[in-house]
């Protein structure tokens, strides 16, 4: 299994980004997506979670109304639409993934996939 995560860059406190996460190597219909985030000096951080038919999501509640979790099954795709951004967004963004499950998780030691992380950066 394969993920690449895209579109970090920087944006303004307001402000709106869309970070992608392109999935390949598996049947992805028995999996849980999900984003984790790690700022400069701390801990990672769970941010949001899906089960890949979208029938459960999770949210931080640090996020949860600003950030939107969603996943286009055709293009193997999770997208993390993130609006209303704060400085305190800022981190390196990370897409997860677990196989065989159908129940999204926020503990990430239930990821047993990583990609890359993007940078988020928002100034205020």
């Known amino acids: 299994v394969q993920l690449q995560a895209s579109g970090g860059g920087l944006a303004r406190a307001g402000g709106s980004l869309r970070l992608s996460c392109a999935a390949s190597?598996?049947?992805?219909?028995?999996?849980?997506m999900g984003w984790f985030r790690q700022a400069p000096g701390k801990n990672r951080e769970f941010v949001a979670a899906?089960?890949?038919?979208?029938?459960?999501?999770l949210y931080s509640h640090s996020v949860k109304g600003r950030f939107t979790i969603s996943s286009d099954n055709a293009k193997s795709t999770v997208y993390l639409q993130m609006n209303s951004l704060k400085p305190e967004d800022t981190a390196l963004y990370y897409c997860a993934s677990i196989f065989g499950s159908c129940s999204a998780s926020p503990m990430y030691y239930d990821y047993n996939y990583w990609g890359q992380g993007t940078l988020v950066t928002v100034s205020s």
């Open positions: 899906s089960s890949w038919s979208g029938g459960e999501k």
């Open positions: 190597g598996r049947n992805f219909e028995s999996y849980v």
